[in-house]
């Protein structure tokens, strides 16, 4: 008995992974560097489809599928990024894939402000009432990544993530739970979609196949030395289905907005 509890919460089959485990993993020299180099490509083309449809959703529904402590919990993951990305690709003799992904987080980080820009000019109303001026809901997104960078970095240094792995991580177990949640909580299928709902699910179950990206990477996401990364898997992808439900419950939405702009199926 107190052999399985030890093996459940008390045994750590290392505490983190290196960045030379991307050199390792992601250079022509590994028989298997196609596989995980199509897998990462997956993985990083559905976080940008997935952000992508937010500022369409605000542009064409006036609502976002996300709400602005995801927005500025994104932004404070992905600016941090550009930064552990460069560092890495520097510290290794300019590696590609670090290359290419401290670009990509400048993109990310592009989107998210833009989504940040429409919360305050095109959702203020609907995230805090009527009586908030576009002045204090500028002051409102500042504080919330006033409060969201500097813990990010701080809980990066807490969780000995070198390159960014175990965040990145937890913005797909964010992006498979929370966005079903939210659009329950309005009571509208306005600011959300079905082939958004469809996307978070594929990218939710890919980040947790036994082939997923991280454990492609490093050791230090398997099975065998991680199972909780997968327990909490189960969880999200869960979650992620369960959006489809809440999808079902709530009302259609017209066809067109009053401006005469398609909504998104």
Sequence with gaps: MWSILHSIFTTYNGTTYSINDFVTSLSSSNPHYIA?????GLTFAIGFIEYIYSFILVNRERKSPYNVLMHTFYFAIDSMGIFVFALASHATGGFWIFTAASIAEVVWTLFEVYNLVLCIYVERDDIWGPSVTVAQAWWKVLGW???MVPTV???RVFMNDPAMLKWYIFTNILMGIMPGLYWEKRGTRLGASWGLAIVICIGTINSFLLTNMWASISDYFSFQNN???YVVGI?????????????KQLPEKPKTMPNGKRTIW
């Design 235 to 247: 969880v999200a992808i869960f979650f992620s289905f369960r959006a489809f439900w809440v999808l």
């Design 227 to 229: 199972p909780w990364f």
């Design 36 to 40: 995980a180099l199509a897998v990462a």
């Design 145 to 147: 990544l006033l409060v």
């Design 153 to 155: 970095n701080l809980f």
